[in-house]
């Protein structure tokens, strides 16, 4: 485990509970949302070490749970954050309280998991972590950009309407 990939996974949840709290906005000027997910993959991947070698099952199985819970935890993050649409025909998202509900259940289920393969001697580096964290926001990203579709389609053309179009979330 490196001391980099250590300093990237704490950074890296620090922003993303930082961003998922406060208002973001959705679609316009080509955002990019799949980029920090793909850095994720990146630095989890780079240095190998993703399988234990002397516990290959056992790694790959808790492994494959951490990408579960990641993917888990993006869809619950993206269908408890808030969508709405503001006058100007912007698209907003902001995490909710049942959104930290989802971080809560997340943490302890990844303690769980170290905790199962601490048990077992099967040594997990940050890179599952930072992979599984990449899970999350792809598909947090992916959901949020499918539930805000419908808004951002009319994107640019409420702000020239006279009534402001409002979409609801759906959660």
């Known amino acids: 485990m490196s001391a980099l990939n250590v300093l990237v996974a704490v950074a890296v949840v620090a922003l993303i509970l930082i961003r998922q709290f406060k208002p973001q906005q959705l679609g316009g000027s080509g955002r990019k949302w799949w980029v920090v997910p793909a850095v994720l993959a990146f630095f989890a991947v780079k240095d190998g070490g993703l399988i234990d070698q002397h516990h290959q099952a056992g790694s790959v199985t808790l492994l494959g749970a951490e990408l579960v819970t990641g993917v888990l935890m993006g869809v619950g993050w993206a269908w408890t954050s808030r969508i709405w649409t503001e006058p100007d025909g912007t698209v907003w998202s902001r995490g909710t309280k049942a959104t930290a509900g989802i971080w809560v259940l997340g943490i302890a289920l990844r303690v769980g998991l170290a ?19 990449a899970a999350s926001l792809i598909v947090r990203g992916g959901i949020l950009m499918w539930r805000a579709q419908p808004a951002l389609a009319s994107y640019g053309t409420a702000a020239a309407s006279p009534a402001p179009q409002v979409w609801k979330d759906r959660v």
């Open 115 to 133: 905790a199962l393969g601490a048990l077992a001697g099967i040594h997990m580096g940050t890179g599952a972590i930072l992979l599984a964290l």
